[in-house]
């Protein structure tokens, strides 16, 4: 794998890390709240299921780091087309905005496997 295709892996990684915490520890904070434009009152009764996506956003951060570390491309290829298609669910269902911040990044650092 390219130096290019594993940086690409590891922002992947990061980016759902991240949603990890946004969803886990700061759904109901300004962070959050700005994050995924939501009223507190909103973000209060979703808090729960807001923590389970954060778990598997975790989950998914887990997956690509570690195919990365063991050198398993085909774990790493999995990942990122299961982060692609939870882009492309969430842009259908909810914001095309999740397509361009999860679905872009795994789509290039894919290409990179590929045409790297």
């Known amino acids: 794998m390219s ?3 594993a940086v690409l892996v590891v922002l992947v990684a990061v980016l759902h890390a991240w949603f990890l915490v946004l969803e886990m520890f700061l759904w109901t904070r300004p962070a959050g709240l700005k994050a995924f434009r939501n009223t507190p ?3 209060e ?3 729960v ?4 996506q954060g778990l598997y956003n975790g989950f998914l951060a887990a997956g690509l780091l570690w195919g990365l570390v063991t050198e398993q491309w ?3 290829v999995f ?3 299961c982060v692609i298609v939870a882009a492309l ?10 397509f361009y911040v999860q679905g872009v990044p795994a789509i290039a650092a894919l290409a ?3 045409l790297l």
């Not at 299921?49 to 389970?52: I, M, Y």
């Not at 669910?89 to 999740?98: E, F, M, N």
């Open 3 to 5: 130096v290019i295709a």
């Open 41 to 43: 009152e909103k973000a």
């Open 45 to 47: 009764t979703t808090r």
């Open 49 to 52: 299921l807001a923590a389970n």
């Open 74 to 76: 085909n774990v790493v």
């Open 79 to 81: 990942f990122l087309l």
């Open 89 to 98: 669910y969430g842009a259908w269902s909810v914001s095309r905005r999740i």
């Open 112 to 114: 990179a496997i590929w």
